[in-house]
């Protein structure tokens, strides 16, 4: 394969091609990282930058083609006179791309996580991309102009930003989640209807440039494939403009594995979020510990890590599990770590949910400030010394601030807020 990708001429672009996927893949490393779902459908993002590269580097092949290949030798061959320009740029660039998601997935595997039934969804990105190869190929052909490559590269990048409102969101909406995917399952349909858009555009587009460089009735071979596309496209098509379903579905019930802890509470993870477990160990040990240390009491006795999306269950007031969500963000320093952690160690969040028909900002903004205090406990360098009800609070004796800190807390781990104490003003 390798003397093949000698013999192309565009062989150059491939380190530059190789170089985009991986910078795209690498600008969010520290959030997918570790986890096979999210790994698998932001490697899938690269596609809003390399399809349009690819469409363009493959219209550029083909005008090389058109130029160097005689009429009369180009007349006889149908699917065979435009094939070496498909088939280039497929093994060129999917090359490239599988060694860029190779990179990927081995960067997640050395944290050594578990694969939660995600492998499949690494595949629709390549059909993806040989669509884009196609397309920009298949116009190379019909339109062997200088300006044709850069054109058609521009706007298979532009025309894909106004898309997702214009658009079924379905067919546009393709890789690069930015939430974290802990806990969910990729629909099978969406990928199936994604390779099979793209083997479609792929088959299409080559009968079509066959049949516009050769100049002749379809033969048997370009019949078939054009059908075969057809075939293929059409109800793919269909099905994205159909659907209204999100790409990630919410399983009715989640696998976790708790931890044991004695003094602080037990973390519960899914599968694919095992590497968490220590750090949200230590962020619940560390946060009950502060509380307990105010006296508060009903502390939670479980963390438990939920789906995006779930419905964590029915609540039951005084209830010690706690279902928390991972966020996308949060998870990269100590301060941002306990700061997407504590509002589900403070409060219940489904108490709140009860509590929904009332007006609830001063409440939040008590237990904000019991946060933000929990939290200066831990780093006493956090920026939220700043905040002014925090320096409130602060300059209260240490008995004050202790028994209005406990008062907070018990009233919101008993889910009676009711019982807040006065606000702080």
Not at 104 to 117: E, I, M, P, R
Not at 317 to 344: H, I, K
Request: charged content about 15%; overall charge neutral.
């Amino acid at each position: 394969m390798i003397a093949y990708v000698r013999r192309q001429p565009t062989r150059y672009v491939w380190p530059l091609f190789l170089a985009a996927s991986l910078a795209f893949i690498f600008s969010r490393h520290g959030q997918f990282r570790g986890y096979w779902l999210w790994t698998a459908d932001w490697t899938a993002g690269t596609v809003i930058l390399t399809g349009p590269i690819a469409a363009a580097i493959a219209a550029w092949h083909a005008r090389f083609q058109v130029k160097h290949m005689q009429d009369a030798t180009r007349m006889g061959r149908g699917l065979r006179a435009v094939w070496p320009v498909f088939l280039g740029e497929l093994t060129l660039l999917l090359s490239a791309q599988a060694l860029a998601v190779l990179v990927a997935v081995l960067d997640t595997a050395s944290l050594g996580t578990h694969v939660a039934g995600s492998a499949a969804h690494f595949l629709p990105q390549f059909f993806v991309l040989a669509g884009f190869i196609a397309l920009g190929a298949t116009v190379g052909f019909l339109l062997p102009t200088p300006y044709t490559a850069p054109v058609i590269g521009v706007l298979a990048f532009v025309v894909q930003l106004p898309a997702v409102s214009v658009l079924p969101r379905a067919l546009v909406k393709f890789g690069g989640a930015t939430a974290n995917l802990v806990g969910l399952h990729a629909r099978t349909s969406f990928d199936l209807a994604h390779i099979a858009a793209g083997v479609g555009v792929l088959l299409v587009g080559a009968t079509v440039a066959a049949l516009a460089i050769t100049r002749r009735r379809p033969d048997a071979a370009a019949l078939t494939a054009g059908l075969a596309g057809v075939a293929l496209l059409v109800p793919s098509v269909l099905f994205f403009a159909s659907t209204d379903q999100e790409r990630f579905t919410v399983p009715t019930t989640v696998a976790v594995r708790c931890s044991h802890a004695s003094a602080a509470p037990a973390v519960c993870l899914p599968a694919d979020a095992e590497q968490l477990r220590a750090t949200l160990t230590a962020l619940a040990s560390d946060t009950i510990g502060v509380e307990r240390a105010a006296g508060a009491t009903r502390l939670p006795t479980r963390l438990v890590v939920v789906p995006a999306g779930a419905t964590p269950g029915a609540y039951t007031p005084g209830g010690t599990d706690r279902p928390m969500v991972l966020q996308a963000d949060g998870l990269d320093s100590r301060v941002d770590q306990l700061e997407a952690t504590l509002p589900y160690l403070i409060i219940d969040r489904r108490c709140l949910d009860l509590h929904a028909s009332e007006d609830l900002a001063t409440t939040i903004g008590d237990l904000q400030v019991a946060a933000d205090l929990v939290l200066l406990s831990l780093t006493p360098d956090a920026g939220v010394a700043a905040v002014p009800e925090v320096r409130i609070v602060q300059s209260w004796p240490a008995a004050k601030r202790t028994t209005w800190l406990r008062q907070v807390l018990d009233a919101a781990n008993s889910c009676t807020l009711s019982a807040m104490p006065a606000p702080v003003s």
